[in-house]
């Protein structure tokens, strides 16, 4: 099972600031590799497919990078709206596995 | 509009039976791979349960395997997750999703819409 491991588990900033969030995968799983928005009671939204492709709708402030074993999920300037827990997803190999999240607070 | 609905949460004994039903709507249903992913309080996503639009693929996680059944009616535009021999650690928030394909044997295991969940409580 590849094990998805996200740092840091909290992210503390402002509004207007810059968020750079990691995921490390225990092997490489190419670029297939998913970001996910989750907010309490909300229905989990996708961000990122990929590695890199932005889905339907989000915004460009949003961007993935990566490859291998090492992604990077940006946001470029927060918006009140981004604080919320983030993960990433691969698809690389069954079982499809998610990391642990990274929660993205209000400093 | 686009969304899935999933229902049949509640609370459960150990060793109970459960079973989830997702309504499509918004889209082709029957062109889509359907997925079961779960929340434990706490916790992060688990993905539990897939399945092709023609249901020439299903998988399921290791820790489900053998209780857990997955099935769709896409004349009904519906999934399911049957639980039977139900654990504590089987408590968790089920969520929906789906799945793009791009042909009969290629599909995108990431999840591009996803419903709002059912609790599912396992306790005595």
């Known amino acids: 099972e590849i094990v998805l491991t996200q740092s840091p588990a909290t992210l503390s900033l402002s509004p207007g600031e810059r968020a750079t969030l990691s995921c490390r995968a225990s092997q490489s799983v190419s670029s297939y590799l998913a970001w996910y928005q989750l907010k309490p009671g909300q229905a989990p939204r996708l961000l990122i497919y990929d590695a890199s492709n932005r889905a339907t709708g989000i915004p460009a402030r949003f961007s993935g990078s990566g490859s291998g074993t090492d992604f990077t999920l940006t946001i470029s300037s927060l918006e009140p709206e981004d604080f919320a827990v983030y993960c990433c997803q691969q698809r690389s190999n069954w079982p499809l596995t998610f990391g642990g999240g990274t929660k993205v607070e209000i400093k | 509009e686009v969304q899935l609905v999933e229902s049949g949460g509640g609370l459960v004994k150990p060793g109970g039976s459960l079973r989830l039903s997702c309504a499509a709507s918004?889209?082709?249903?029957?062109?889509?791979?359907m997925n079961w992913v779960r929340q434990a309080p706490g916790k992060g996503l688990e993905w539990v349960s897939s399945?092709?639009?023609?249901?020439?693929?299903?998988y399921y996680a290791d820790s489900v395997k053998g209780r857990f059944t997955i099935s769709r009616d896409n004349a009904k535009n519906a999934l399911y997750l049957q639980m039977n021999s139900l654990r504590d650690e089987d408590t968790a928030i089920y969520y929906c999703?789906?799945?793009?394909?791009?042909?009969?044997?290629?599909?995108?295991?990431?999840?591009?819409?996803w419903g709002r969940g059912t609790l599912v409580t396992v306790a005595s």
């Open positions: 999703a789906r799945a793009p394909e791009c042909g009969s044997s290629c599909i995108y295991w990431f999840f591009d819409l």
């Open positions: 399945i092709s639009s023609s249901n020439s693929y299903i």
């Open positions: 918004g889209f082709t249903f029957s062109s889509y791979s």
